[in-house]
């Protein structure tokens, strides 16, 4: 029997491209009919501190349990670094410039701006190997110095990020250099959206950041499909610590534990740390939140066309099946292993273009088409789930950059949205009571949080 040609297959994937290039999936995330409903909790260990990005709920501080018992004091601050202190004085009653670094800058440029010279560049970058972290000065962190009447420099300080800071000080003796290290307590905070929206309009709304928003993604992946299968009323709870310094939050550590409720589905998922600090999530019970296959090959991208084995060609008007996925995705765009496997081709196949495949164990085979280019595991080299094996391109038949995603199992094409695929292992027996010890408090958190919040809602 003869296959279908792969020229008229591609050219179908091409008629589903030129629709997405004209619906930019940007706006249909973020525009929307509904109202938003949506709160954040943010819990510090100041009673008077609870803080809230203004939504439409009213917000009261909470308490809560740190080992499923209440208690009146805020449990969550756990000072995680001790301030390394200067050995350097700091000079008093200096007046101190401040340069934001920016593209094109150099350590040399920046000195000549202040003034000071080659030579004292040379100095302060030889006096010892701490000094030599300023080569690394990236767009956006600032050098402060402080300079005596005739421009000598006398003090440099480099804030190499929101904790760590540089301190080159003048000495009799020459520079001296130290890392002023600022403590970082880390809290508890909790994020409760109803989505109306988006997964990530309605969670920005409740002060999520983008890179919680892709965690909680990456949690529950496996079991919900972001792209398609969210629907208005959805809703999520967020336990995920925050870092502060001086009682300022410079930013969102990782989600501690997660509750996501899908179309009536309720998904539960907690963090747990084993002795050689792996993480990873798992279901209150101990199972893996992970599956063997990512549903999606791509994160967020829109599906273009589905799998549909009686498809209607659009302008043949005959049956043709399309045994795949499109997904629409700007060019360049990478493209996960779906799995772990081994790469059995890596290479053109006509109207496909550039294509890998992969093989997972004996039963499984994924393939990707119409790349720009490959990722860097070549033809036999092993991948792991999640490794960008290409990029998305428009190679072979294709009008518009997209990606051709099929699945098989024992040489069958199956349907990646809707296959079952089997769950990664569970916590591993020896360590059940440990997990359990470790996660309970974290959901017991969670819950109390979340009823809290509830109470709140009640007319
Ligand atoms: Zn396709």
């Known amino acids: 029997m003869k296959k279908p040609s792969l020229i008229n297959r591609d050219y179908k994937h091409s008629l589903s491209t030129v629709k ?7 706006p249909l995330l973020l525009v929307g009919t509904f109202v938003l409903l949506a709160t954040v909790f943010y819990f510090k ?11 439409a709920l009213q917000i009261v501080p909470i308490n809560l349990p740190s080992d499923g018992q209440d208690t009146s004091e805020h449990t969550f601050k756990t000072p995680q670094k001790t301030v390394i202190e200067s050995t350097a004085s700091t000079p008093q009653g200096l007046s101190w410039k401040q340069h934001t670094i920016k593209s094109g800058d150099s350590l040399a440029s920046i000195f000549k701006r202040f003034n000071l010279s080659a030579t004292t560049l040379h100095n ?26 005739d421009n000598t420099c006398v003090a440099l300080d480099y804030a190499i990020n929101n904790i760590k800071t540089l301190q080159v000080r003048a000495t009799a003796t020459g520079f001296q250099s130290s890392i002023n ?5 880390t809290s508890h905070s909790l994020a409760t959206a109803v989505i109306q929206n988006s997964l990530f309009y309605d969670a920005k709304q409740a002060g999520v950041s983008d890179k919680t928003i892709m965690e909680l993604a990456n949690i529950f992946g496996w079991d919900i499909d972001f792209s398609q299968g969210l629907r208005p009323g959805d809703s999520f709870s967020l336990l995920y610590e925050s870092k502060h310094i001086n009682g300022e939050r410079i930013e969102n550590g990782h989600i501690l534990a997660a509750e996501f409720n899908n179309r009536g589905d309720k998904y539960q ?20 939140m992970r599956k063997t296959f990512l549903r999606n090959p791509i994160d967020f991208a829109r599906v273009s066309s589905h799998f549909n084995l009686r498809r209607k060609h659009p302008v043949l008007n005959r049956i043709r099946a399309h045994k795949g996925v499109d997904y629409a995705a700007s060019s360049g765009t990478p493209i996960k292993a779906t799995g772990d496997g081994r790469i059995i081709f890596r290479g053109v196949k006509g109207g496909y273009g550039r294509v890998v495949i992969v093989q997972h164990g004996q039963q499984y085979s994924s393939l990707y088409a ?28 294709a009008t518009g950059p997209h990606l051709h995603y ?8 199956r349907n990646p949205l809707t296959t079952k695929f089997p769950a990664a292992s569970p916590i591993k027996k020896h360590l059940l009571a440990e997990f359990k010890q470790q996660t309970a408090p974290l959901l017991g958190q ?13 007319p």
């Open 20 to 26: 997405t290039r004209q619906r930019p999936l940007v």
């Open 45 to 55: 260990n100041t009673t008077s501190n609870a803080q809230t990005n203004k939504t």
């Open 124 to 149: 302060i970058i030889q006096s010892d190997d701490s000094a030599k972290l300023l080569k690394n000065i990236k767009p956006g962190q600032t050098l402060r110095f402080a300079q005596n009447s």
């Open 181 to 185: 290290e600022k403590p970082v307590e």
């Open 269 to 288: 998922a907690v963090r747990f740390i084993d002795k050689d600090g792996h993480a990873e999530y798992f279901a209150a019970d101990g199972k893996s």
């Open 370 to 397: 119409h790349m720009s280019k490959y990722g860097r595991y070549k033809n036999g080299s092993y991948v792991k789930q999640g490794q960008t094996i290409g990029y998305v391109g428009k190679s072979g038949l």
């Open 406 to 413: 099929e699945f098989r199992v024992n040489g069958v094409h």
């Open 446 to 458: 969670l819950a109390h949080a979340k009823q809290t919040q509830l109470a709140l809602n009640q």
